[in-house]
């Protein structure tokens, strides 16, 4: 049987999803040869390539001026592969500071050029700023649509002066978006597309174009638009799997659907903890998300027998990030709603010495 896993990524993936690439690992599509076997240049994984850029842009409605690219790194990669193709000397990119993840962002923009932190819900972290105060010109402006850690969501992308540049890894694909006004979205895979060591990049060609042409062709952006992220061998494996799950998320019903889901699952664990006396969420109603709860209790040994408790019933990966402790349940697209509806059974337990 499988867990159910709470893990903020790594994450559970559709179960479909996971049966189908087990197959596929043996024989592609028929064609006698694993996923994992095939040439990068050969017709069958130009198929999957071909596939997977498709659902892409249906599921998220993205238009031929955007390119789609499938990077071979994780989220991170892109901290400093954004500020080394946009931010030129002389230049200055605002930045919005809600937690962990945009403060990384931050610090390696720094070691690019100048930054300007428009905004910071700092040092709590509990919700997303207001207020945003921008820099003269800013190049671009910088937010991380969701703070895995702390719990946080943006609930529209801030209204900006300059290009939007979104670090959408943590609630990609969760719910419909609005590119107006976005450059590039970066989003590490694994969360809500697929494995870890990739990512999926949604970038305007006009912008792209203007990146700084004095990096390695790996470095740039515009070498993954041009050469249709094959300039080496992908992850091959990774695109296959986004492809597959982006047509899973089209036959659920599409973002629609999984921001109806996941608004349920997010509701029901929020309404649970808003009306309990031992276990209290961290973030504001205002900004709180749909894709990782945080919460605590009211005292560490309470959390420590639930989290006991959890594993006894199958429940995983629900201790917060090491930096910030507490509790964490993370609930992406694939995380099934009889799992919430476990977890809440559970703290309800925990809480009445039920358990
Ligand atoms: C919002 C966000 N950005 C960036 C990262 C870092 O991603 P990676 O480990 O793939 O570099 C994570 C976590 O995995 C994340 O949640």
Redesign the pocket.
């Known amino acids: 049987m499988r867990a159910l896993n709470f893990s ?2 790594p994450a559970m993936l559709p179960e479909e999803v996971l049966r189908k690439a087990q197959g596929a690992l043996v024989d592609l599509d028929g064609s006698g040869i694993g996923i994992l076997e095939h040439s990068h240049r050969g017709k069958e994984f130009g198929k999957v390539l071909d596939r997977t850029e498709a659902a892409i842009r249906e599921v998220g409605g993205i238009g031929d001026e955007y390119a789609i690219l499938f990077v071979t ?5 892109h ?1 400093a592969m954004v500020p080394e193709n946009f931010l030129g000397e002389g230049q200055t990119a605002d930045y919005c500071d809600t937690g962990i ?1 945009s403060g ?2 931050i610090e390696e923009a720094r070691r690019v050029g100048n930054v300007h932190v428009a905004c910071s819900s700092g040092p709590a972290f509990d919700a997303t700023p207001r207020e945003l105060t921008f820099s003269a010109s800013p190049r671009y402006v910088h937010y ?1 649509s ?4 702390y719990g946080t969501q943006w609930a529209a992308a801030p209204a900006a002066p300059a290009p939007l540049i979104c ?4 609630d990609i694909f969760s719910r419909p978006f609005d590119l107006t006004n976005h450059a590039l979205i970066y989003a ?4 809500n597309l697929g494995p ?2 990739i ?1 999926l990049v949604i970038a305007r060609k006009d912008f792209i174009a203007t990146g700084a042409t004095n990096l390695s062709p790996l470095a740039q952006y515009r070498t993954f638009s041009a050469e249709k992220s094959m300039h080496n061998t992908p992850n091959t494996f990774g695109v296959y799997v986004i492809g597959e799950v982006a047509q899973w998320i089209r036959a659920q019903g599409g973002l629609a659907a999984m921001s109806e889901r996941n608004a349920r699952k997010a509701t029901l664990l929020y309404d649970f903890l808003d009306q309990s006396k031992v276990w209290r969420g961290h973030a504001q109603p205002s900004s709180r998300s749909l894709m990782n709860v945080t919460f605590r209790g009211a005292t560490k040994d309470l959390e420590d027998t639930m989290l006991a408790r959890a594993e006894a019933r199958g429940l995983s990966g629900l201790r917060g990030h090491r930096s910030v402790g507490g509790l964490r349940a993370s609930i992406y697209n694939a995380f099934p709603e009889e799992g919430v509806q476990r977890l809440v059974e559970l703290l309800d337990d925990v809480e009445h010495g039920r358990a």
Do not use: C, P, R
């Open positions: 903020s990524g790194a994780g989220a991170t990669h901290f993840w990384k962002a991380t969701n703070e895995t850690i670090d959408a890894s943590s590490g895979a694994q969360k870890s060591g990512s």
